[in-house]
């Protein structure tokens, strides 16, 4: 009897979806175990999964394998997993809430490692002073980039989805330390992108100017950004890059 009931309800349920998935998965695995597995997965090498490796590496790992056909009809690849919402499951036909809710849980872990990733990538590194003469700042460290490279100060940049960092270096004959600035976008304020003549008259030299608070100020101070000068070759690149970065973050904060 239980057996014909279930077969009377599950044969009404096609009659009003013939697509509709509501099949449960034969072996779910144990959540904590996949939730760890998750976790140690690459965002970068999961935007690069094919259909094949969406249905191997992830509804086979978290115990979803009867849902292989519909990824692989829809063309679910990995660039795509990470953007799919509640909704795209419905419309795919998963009908079973309690597995709609559990492949967000995990599409939402997955989302969120992808989100930390994207703001520790390095968009972009550089030195200064960089490479030629003209983008010395005079004569001495012109004549400091030929005959004595480590006697002068050096400026190691890197910009990420959060910042921008650099390291600066002293001259080796000097005894200060090796100390490092950071300029969050939360409190980047302006830029201003500068081209002009080096001290060599004839060669032109391209600068980006950073404006940003001082994250530690307090209430009471009066607001006065700091500048910081990036002068490389790259400059009109670097000031793409900070500007689409600090959008984002914006975007993300809001």
Avoid at 177 to 199: A, C, H, P, V, W
Avoid at 222 to 239: F, G, Q
Wanted: glycine share 4%.
């Amino acid at each position: 009897g239980s057996f014909k009931l279930s077969y009377y309800n599950e044969y009404k349920s096609y009659l009003r979806d013939p697509m509709a998935v509501n099949q449960q998965p034969l072996s779910p695995k144990s959540s904590r175990d996949t939730e760890e597995y998750l976790l140690q997965l690459d965002p970068t090498e999961i935007c690069k999964w094919t259909v094949a490796e969406v249905v191997s590496q992830f509804l086979d790992r978290t115990g979803f394998g009867y849902l292989n056909e519909v990824f692989t009809v829809n063309n679910i690849t990995g660039r795509v997993l990470l953007m799919i919402e509640e909704r795209n499951l419905v419309e795919m036909g998963i009908t079973v809430v309690g597995d709609r809710l559990m492949l967000m849980s995990y599409l939402k872990l997955l989302k969120k490692k992808k989100l930390e990733s994207d703001k520790i990538a390095v968009l972009w590194k550089g030195e200064t002073p960089a490479a030629g003469l003209q983008y010395a700042e005079d004569s001495a460290q012109c004549c400091g980039k030929i005959f004595c490279p480590c006697c002068i100060t050096r400026k190691f940049w890197k910009i990420t989805g959060q910042g921008v960092f650099y390291r600066i270096v002293p001259p080796c004959s000097c005894i200060q330390t090796i100390t490092q600035e950071y300029i969050d976008f939360r409190f980047l304020k302006d830029m201003e992108l500068r081209s002009g003549n080096t001290f060599l008259c004839c060669c032109m030299k391209h600068e980006l100017l950073l404006y940003a608070e001082n994250a530690s100020k307090h209430d009471d101070e009066a607001v006065v950004p700091t500048e910081h000068h990036l002068i490389h070759p790259e400059a009109e690149k670097v000031e793409k890059v900070v500007r689409n970065a600090w959008s984002s973050a914006r975007l993300v904060a809001d």
